[in-house]
């Protein structure tokens, strides 16, 4: 749970402490859960080194749009987005006619939109945006918080008993981790950054070293974020 | 930012707000309190707002003026229909057969007496319950209270005006709490708040500068939730609210407010996306009163939200 009186780096330690726990005790049901599995620790790993896990990978460009296009656009290109500007190696300035304050405002009001619908994904992803382009906003911070305080005792993030009832294991199994990745990518872009990073990373005592190293590519399988709703099959150009 | 062109007559979006006043005018028999000699509570819902915005306009059209002259050709004929209802006799006894309804009854005589006219008939209910004690007796949310408080101060029927701010303090909008858990209740809470104890842009918020930025804050984040989900009545209510708050110009205020405007198909405004897509996917197929049902509430909030918009600008 996010505690105002807590420094930020040490909720999100303790976040991520508790959701390797969960991660670590998770029995993968197939090939892309095992993936999401090892992402998921790793970010928690990062989380606590105060170190981004994903590298500025991608040498495309990755430009902030208008923002009025943010609210129309569907969730699916919000979330393509989210990812494209992540993952940039550079970001050209956005052609916005507001400055930074107004531009964080605004993703800070959109992220806790999606906040009142429980969509996690998305609230990650916009605060993964205001994150790599250096925004601050108190909606910004409390759409951080609310991300912190959707973890359950277990580790995992996101109120999903009633939704995983009705998938199968393996669907339900997968449908978790990829929304722990979700959230746990957010955690560890603001861990890195700013009040969220440490000066000096702690040494590690979790589980890390003996993982794999993974490279990151947005068309590997296991880097792959969909943006079905829960119980839909991502068939890589819609969700069905 | 431009300021708004003030046209001459009715504000500064003239041609759309003509639109939705045709629109509502050509359809106030759709506004019915009894269907089949029972009373039609939608119905009388739908007459109180009514007088509220009729209340609204001729204050307006007395107090400013300039740009108001074309609500002459709508002020009467919305006037003999609310008359010609409120003094039905049967409308009339309903408020003594019922006094924990009776206030919700006589809202809209409460709105036209305080233009002047006058009931005897209703003016001996008001001192029957009163003594019967009613509405006090009936509890309300703080919100519902500043919207009574208002009614009956507007009505005449108070001695002192209310404490605006006193009332302020126990709704919603004096601690909104977290955006992200901002439910559709609470932001209607937060826009009538402000919309009465402004008196719909009338009068100052009574707040201090840390509570009006708090509560211009919490509005602007609603307005971008329910302008991305297509909540327009909500989205008109809280740019009424904006205005009555003198907001900055915001991009958020601004692309919100585009498509509200947009919103409107013949002057009707649609109440949220999904009654658009049913109105258009119906057709002529839907019926009149169906029609009426889910655009009537949003189109008469179009109808304040441009005049106070226009009313700000002006005064300033």
Known sequence: ??????????????????????????????????????????????????TRLFGRTLSDDATLPALPLLVTMSRGEMMALANRISLADSLPPAPQEVGDAEQARFLGALALSYAQAHDLPCVSALLRIGTRLSLHDPWLTEARDYLVDQQQPDGRFGLLCAVLRTLDDGAADEAMLRLQVEVLWALN????????????????????????????????ASQRHTQCEIGDSDSGIGCV | MMRPELHPRLGPNNKPLLAHLTWFTRNLGEITPFVDGEFHFPGVKALAELAMVQACLDDWRTRIGAGYESWDLYAAKWRDFMTAIIEDR????????????????????????????RSAYHEHTLRLLEKWGYPRTQEVVPYRLLDRELFFWKAGCRAAEPDWRALYRQTTLAAPGSLAFLDRDGAYSMTHTILYMCDFG???????????????????????HYWRIGNWDLVGELLASLDCLQSPASLIRECAAAAFRAAATAGAVPADREAAERIHREGAAMSTATCFSLCYHTTLVAILQACIERNRHVES
Not at chain 1, 199 to 219: D, L, N, Q, W, Y
């Open chain 1, 1 to 50: 749970m996010s505690n105002p009186d807590q420094p930020l780096r040490e909720t999100l330690v303790q976040a991520a402490e508790l959701a390797m726990d969960w991660a670590t005790r998770v029995v993968p049901t197939g090939a892309q859960a095992d993936a999401l599995r090892q992402v998921a620790l790793q970010l928690c790993a990062g989380i606590r080194e105060g």
């Open chain 2, 90 to 117: 049967a409308y009339a006894e309903a408020a003594r057969k019922s006094p924990p309804h009776a206030y919700f009854l006589l809202s809209p005589y409460l709105m036209l007496r305080g233009s002047g006219y």
């Open chain 2, 202 to 224: 009338a009068r100052r918020a009574p707040l201090d500068r840390a509570e009006r930025d708090a509560a211009l804050r919490a509005v602007e984040g609603a307005l971008l």
């Open chain 1, 189 to 220: 872009e603001v861990a890195s950054t700013g009040s969220g990073a440490s000066a000096t990373p702690p040494t590690r005592s979790g589980p890390s070293c003996s993982m794999p190293a993974i490279k990151v590519s947005p068309g590997l």
